[in-house]
């Protein structure tokens, strides 16, 4: 096994279980590891601290274990597995009434690297890191043995999460099916409104399940309203607005493949009172040739930035974008926003609302500070999980 010794001080934040090791906290490796490979991290006296997959990068290893484990070993993952499914039987109360959900949350449940996604009998995995992906099947085997019966199929969408040069010789696919003819799609049910998902074709694993609370939110403030959803892709908030009973629904995206979902999601939750229609269009062309005012909107956009190198650029976009969307919310009207860009933190998120609110002069109260789901849970000792903010917005 490959041995990774830190210089002296760097062993504290292995110590207070952080995941992560980073490749300049490092004084030496015993051995020539491959990506993926498996280490054992160690203090400069020799004592093991953890072991977690190797990796060349910043991110020099992902730690799975404070201590020692056999993490080649079948119940290593099925005892990690069953613990988060523990967490979601617990938070999604009762589970069974939520046919879509995250059962792995990377380092929110001990798995750096991982990310597995329920929809109705079908487990859809995305391997962030090489070590992960190398460990599929064993993956693949875990899940079947913790979810038992229910589960008809594993479908592994690694290959556009994965390091490029890595990621060129991979391929998605099924890892193990029942036997029984997989689709590729399936109809989820959330809080009682419903969505077509196609984990094969759509974007991530096939749905954005961390907003579900929030879309929850939204229906408290939708009925009788006209409200504009921005950034559609599927429809999510746009279908809880049209089941909560909004008199009219605009939803907008620029890509019309995105359209198209949303159209036919609307189209499984009929039928509703009011009026739903969509544009394919950039929001921002949008929100400046429309005059018209939304008493309901919410700006959920894409990741701005991925490094700390772009944040600026990000914090730019979203303020321009938010004093856009703020100068077309009626008075008296609610705007939902939000940012997924992990650079991005809380405060500095507020502070570009702040400054998008002071630009379009609107008077504006905040409501409510918004997250993830509960079934993407964050580390406490990893503050970094904690990647989507949102505001509710009341402006005057």
């Not at 060129?168 to 969505?195: C, K």
């Not at 509703?272 to 008493?295: C, I, S, W």
């Amino acid at each position: 096994m490959v041995k990774v010794f830190l210089r002296p001080g760097k062993e504290e934040p292995v110590r207070r279980f952080h995941p992560w090791v980073f490749s300049g906290a490092i004084a030496r490796v015993d051995g020539q590891p491959a990506d993926g490979d498996i280490a054992g991290v160690y203090d400069r006296g020799g004592n093991l601290l953890g072991l977690g997959h190797f990796h060349h990068g910043s991110i020099a290893v992902r730690m799975l274990s404070f201590g020692d484990a056999d993490l080649e070993q079948s119940r290593f993952w099925e005892d990690r597995l069953a613990a988060a499914l523990r967490v979601r039987e617990t938070a999604l109360r009762p589970l069974d009434q939520q046919t879509g959900f995250r059962l792995v949350h990377g380092e929110g449940d001990g798995l750096s690297g991982l990310v597995v996604d329920v929809y109705n009998g079908t487990a859809v995995l995305q391997c962030h890191s090489i070590g992960m992906h190398r460990q599929r099947e064993t993956i693949a085997a875990a899940l079947r043995a913790v979810i038992g019966p229910k589960l008809e199929a594993v479908y592994d969408k690694s290959r556009e999460a994965l390091p490029p040069n890595y990621a060129s010789g991979q391929s998605d696919g099924y890892l193990w099916t029942s036997g029984q003819e997989v689709s590729g799609t399936a109809v989820i049910s959330e809080n009682g409104v419903r969505f077509k998902v196609n984990w094969e074709t759509g974007q991530k694993t096939g749905f954005f399940l961390d907003q579900r609370d929030n879309r929850r939110l939204l229906s408290q403030f939708a009925p009788g309203k006209t409200v504009l959803n921005t950034f559609c892709y599927t429809g999510g908030f746009s279908c809880y607005a049209l089941r909560a009973g909004a008199a009219l629904v605009h939803s907008v995206d620029v890509s019309a493949k995105a359209m198209e979902l949303t159209a036919e999601n609307a189209a499984l939750n009929a039928p509703y009172p009011g009026e739903h229609a969509g544009f394919t269009e950039d929001v921002m062309a949008y929100l400046k040739n429309t005059d018209r005012q939304y008493e309901v909107m919410i700006v959920d956009p894409p990741a701005f930035a991925k490094s700390l190198e772009k944040r600026h650029n990000a914090v730019q976009g979203y303020k321009r974008l938010n004093a856009a969307a703020l100068q077309k919310v009626a008075p008296g009207g609610i705007l939902f926003t939000f940012s997924c860009s992990q650079v991005v933190d809380r405060q500095l998120f507020y502070n570009t609302i702040v400054a998008a609110a002071l630009e379009a002069g609107r008077q504006v109260r905040v409501l409510h500070h918004l997250t993830q789901g509960a079934d993407h849970p964050v580390n406490l000792f990893h503050p970094e999980g904690a990647y989507l903010k949102g505001l509710v917005l009341y402006v005057e």
